[in-house]
C-alpha cells in the first residue's frame, strides 16, 4: 500500500523547507521511501521553490509549478492528485505544516483498515496560543524560528507537542470530529467519488474548501473515519489566510468564508457528526493533548 502525499504551497520558501523535510526519512519512521512519493504543488507563487532543495530530500519528491491567478489551493490540490502514481492519497492543502514523526506509518495502517478509510491527524499552531492571537503579542517569524531552534524537533518530532496549541478546528481534542484535517489520507476512488476539492471555494487560502471536503468524506456512505492519537501537524506563520490574520480584517474574511460556505452548499458549515476508530501511540509530550480530551469528553462534549 503506497501513498502519494500532495503538498500544496504559495510564497512559502521558508516553511516549505521543514515541511518537506519532516516529509522525508529518516524523519518518518517505520516506512520506507519506496512506500511513498511527496508531490509539492507551487499555487502560482511569486517566490517560486527551488526545484533542487525540493529534489534533495529524495527522487520521489517531485515539483510542479502550477500557472494561476486563483488564490484557493482546490485546483492545486486537484492538480497533485491527478500526477499522483499511487492509489492512496494525501492531501495537505497548506504546505507550511510540519508533521509528527508516526504520520505516514499510521496513515497506512489507517487505510488498511477500510477501502473507505478517511484517516485524519488533528492540527496544532507552533507558539503558545492560536497563531492570531499569539501574534498580538509578539509572537512573529523570528520567535518561531527561535522556538523551534531551542526545541531540537529534527531530532524528535515529537517534542513539537510541546512547543504548540491545539488549533481551533481541533480544539476539542480526540474525542470530538474536527472541523477539518490538514493532513487528510484516503483512496483515489473516494477522492474522485467525492469530486476532489470544489473549485467553487475561491476565496483567498480556499476559504472553508477543506473543511468542506472533509465534511462530505465524512458523510459520504459506508466511510470509516480513523484519528490518528500522537500523530499531527504543526502550523508554522506565514501569513495565513485566516491563521495569520487578526483582529477585524479576520473576522471579516470569516464570515466572507462562512457566506461562500452556505452559498455553494445551502447549510451553514458545521463539523460533521462521524464517530471515530482511534490509531497510534502517545509519546509523552501528547499526554497533555489526551487529558484535555477526557475533560472536554467528561463536560458533555460528543464523544
Not at 273 to 278: G, L, P, R, S, V
Request: charged content about 25%; glycine content about 10%.
Amino acid at each position: 500500500m503506497k501513498i502519494s502525499v500532495v503538498v500544496v504551497n504559495y510564497n512559502m520558501r521558508r516553511e516549505a523547507v521543514r515541511t518537506l523535510f519532516s516529509l522525508a526519512t529518516p524523519y518518518q519512521r517505520r516506512i520506507a521511501d519506496e512506500d511513498y512519493e511527496v508531490i509539492v504543488v507551487d499555487n502560482g507563487s511569486a517566490e517560486p521553490l527551488d526545484r533542487r532543495v525540493i529534489e534533495s530530500f529524495g527522487p520521489r519528491f517531485r515539483y510542479f509549478f502550477r500557472e494561476t491567478d486563483s488564490a484557493s489551493p482546490a485546483g492545486a490540490v486537484n492538480f497533485g492528485v491527478a500526477k499522483a502514481r499511487h492509489d492512496c492519497i494525501g492531501v495537505f492543502v497548506d504546505g507550511a505544516r510540519i508533521v509528527s514523526p508516526g504520520l505516514l506509518f499510521f496513515a497506512r495502517q489507517g487505510l488498511a483498515i477500510s477501502e473507505r478509510a478517511v484517516v485524519g491527524a488533528l492540527g496544532w499552531h507552533l507558539g503558545p496560543d492560536y497563531q492570531w492571537l499569539s501574534m498580538t503579542r509578539g509572537y512573529d517569524r523570528e520567535a518561531e524560528d527561535e522556538l523551534l531552534r531551542q526545541s531540537e524537533w529534527t531530532t524528535d518530532g515529537y517534542r513539537l507537542f510541546s512547543i504548540s496549541s491545539l488549533a481551533g478546528s481541533s480544539m476539542y481534542g480526540y474525542f470530538r470530529t474536527p472541523a477539518e484535517c490538514n493532513t487528510l489520507f484516503l483512496r483515489r476512488a473516494l477522492y474522485e467519488e467525492l469530486g476532489g476539492m470544489d473549485e467553487h471555494f475561491t476565496s483567498i487560502g480556499g476559504g472553508l474548501v477543506n473543511g468542506d471536503f472533509f465534511r462530505r468524506a465524512c458523510e459520504a456512505q459506508r466511510t470509516e473515519l480513523v484519528i490518528l492519537l500522537g500523530e499531527g501537524s504543526f502550523h508554522q506563520l506565514h501569513g495565513g489566510a485566516s491563521t495569520n490574520v487578526t483582529g477585524e480584517e479576520r473576522d471579516r474574511r470569516m464570515l466572507r468564508y462562512a457566506c461562500e460556505y452556505e452559498a455553494i452548499r445551502g447549510r451553514p458549515f458545521a463539523s460533521p457528526e462521524k464517530d471515530a476508530i482511534y490509531l497510534g501511540s502517545l509519546p509523552p509530550p501528547a499526554f497533555a493533548v489526551l487529558e484535555h480530551s477526557i475533560r472536554q469528553a467528561a463536560q458533555g462534549k460528543r464523544a
